[in-house]
């Protein structure tokens, strides 16, 4: 912002600027909460929006979103094209609650048309905040940057139970494979990590059992929060 007149003027217009920015932050909170407040469950499903990718991973998506809407599941994704369509796809054909949270960038991704909750924010971390508050579980495609954000920021707070736990899968051995190793022979290695962690996410070739794999975690957790306590 260009000077106008003295440092004066600068600070204010600075502190205006702020000001607006914190209501648009807090008006993208407000219409995600008011949105997404009917959602009791949902998986996140998230992966690559290009087009080059292996159609078979696109299969895939669909297929596991039709299997999580008859498991009683909402999806959400980033809302875009790729890997994010063919999810949102097998959820609205399923019939079920399609949710998509697209971002504004330079590229202006085009939302894709299988939504029946379509938003969009300009902020990534209030989008990140809506995924992983209704979200049951995460499970993540091949992708590039955006994807790998999304994943290791849920691990993150899975980590430092910022939230509470659940079940984090990686779809493609082949393409995980290489971080997967890198992570248990580096950061194990040198001490960043504990063999613990390695334990928050899952490797998969087959979606076919993720949704039992989900219903599974939920009934542990359930069940171990309302536990009572021997001598209790």
């Not at 690559?48 to 299969?59: G, M």
């Not at 590039?144 to 999304?150: K, P, V």
Request: overall charge negative; glycine content about 10%; charged content about 20%.
């Amino acid at each position: 912002m260009m000077e106008r007149g003295g440092s004066r003027e600068f600070v204010v217009d600075a502190m205006v600027e702020n000001a607006w920015r914190m209501f648009r932050i807090l008006g993208e909170f407000a219409e995600g909460f008011e949105a997404m407040g009917n959602l009791s469950r949902a998986v996140a499903v998230f992966g690559s929006a290009r087009d080059a990718l292996n159609p078979e991973y696109c299969r895939k998506a669909e297929e596991l979103s039709s299997a999580l809407v008859k498991a009683g599941y909402a999806v959400l994704t980033g809302g875009g094209p790729g890997i994010m369509e063919a999810a949102n796809k097998g959820a609205f054909e399923a019939g079920g609650q399609s949710v998509g949270l697209s971002i504004y960038t330079p590229q202006e991704q085009i939302p894709n048309p299988y939504q029946s909750c379509a938003l969009s924010f300009r902020y990534f971390f209030v989008r990140k905040v809506m995924l992983v508050k209704y979200a049951s579980a995460f499970v993540v495609f091949p992708g590039g940057f955006g994807t790998l954000d999304e994943l290791f920021e849920a691990l993150t707070l899975i980590q430092t139970l910022k939230i509470h736990p659940f079940p984090v899968f990686l779809v493609g051995r082949s393409f995980w494979s290489g971080l997967v190793s890198w992570i248990r022979d580096t950061l194990m290695r040198w001490g960043t990590i504990s063999s613990e962690d390695v334990r928050l996410f899952q490797v998969v070739d087959d979606v076919a059992g993720i949704p039992a794999s989900i219903e599974a975690y939920r009934h542990e957790a359930d069940h171990a929060r309302f536990a009572v306590p021997e001598g209790g």
